[in-house]
């Protein structure tokens, strides 16, 4: 897996493509993955399988405190372009499509926790025009930018290089196909915008699934509950022993 950190104030004072004022880590899936690998809890996932063609509005519900909203989205069966499933062959599965020079919003419902803090998705046919951007409260706090991403697959067509080309059927050579991770390591978020600027040709956009949305725990926290399971345990065996004397 491939690992990139954005910390805000390096990449603010390097005017880097990429916008940060929270401190975000991207990593990329290995070739032809397209779930992720991470451990995200309370983890809820929107496949867009049997969601409509277009003006699709709907809220995808994990439990009564967590869910996802999107709306008036299209999406687009399986094809060429874009779409998770078997490396050969289409299941029948649906993606989601950005068109050129317009955005979706993403919104996160979530009244009880910390917060979500990750967010990950399979990209398709990236290209140049596909940005992301992660909202909270309405202000944007990170955008990840296509040079990023390029920059850390590497440029296609290249026979070489097995991010280049759909791996359910090997076509669309000239793009990567790739599952990116994005964790916010400073703080949540509750909007996704994923927008396509300014088309490079009349059929560019920017086809996503599998998108996924969770918390992560940072390696701190991890400690922190080690440690407290811990205290639990000898809690517990204090009160054996206490019983047995």
């Not at 639990?232 to 019983?243: E, F, K």
Request: hydrophobic content about 45%; aromatic content about 12%; glycine content about 10%.
């Amino acid at each position: 897996m491939k690992n990139i950190a954005f910390a805000a104030a390096m990449m603010l004072a390097a005017a880097s493509p990429a916008y940060a004022v929270d401190n975000f880590q991207v990593t990329f899936e290995a070739a032809k993955v397209q779930n992720t690998t991470r451990t995200v809890f309370g983890k809820l996932v929107e496949t867009f399988t049997g969601r409509a063609a277009t003006n699709a509005t709907f809220t995808n519900v994990l439990n009564p405190t967590f869910s996802v909203s999107y709306n008036t989205i299209a999406t687009l069966a399986n094809d060429a372009n874009g779409g998770a499933g078997p490396v050969a062959g289409n299941t029948g599965g649906r993606y989601m499509r950005v068109a050129g020079g317009t955005s979706e919003t993403i919104t996160i419902n979530q009244t009880a926790g910390r917060g979500t803090n990750y967010f990950g998705m399979y990209v398709s046919a990236f290209d140049p025009g596909n940005f992301v951007d992660f909202r909270r409260g309405g202000n944007t706090v990170f955008t990840f930018s296509p040079a990023n991403l390029l920059a850390a697959v590497g440029a296609c067509p290249n026979v070489n290089n097995a991010y280049c080309g759909n791996p359910r059927g090997g076509s669309v050579p000239a793009e990567p196909f790739v599952f990116i991770n994005f964790v916010n390591k400073t703080s949540f978020f509750d909007e996704v915008v994923i927008r396509q600027a300014s088309p490079i040709n009349a059929n560019a956009g920017y086809q996503t699934d599998n998108h996924t949305f969770g918390a992560v725990p940072e390696p701190a926290t991890w400690l922190m509950l080690i440690a407290g399971f811990g205290m639990v345990g000898v809690t517990a065996r204090r009160r054996n022993t206490a019983v047995a004397a």
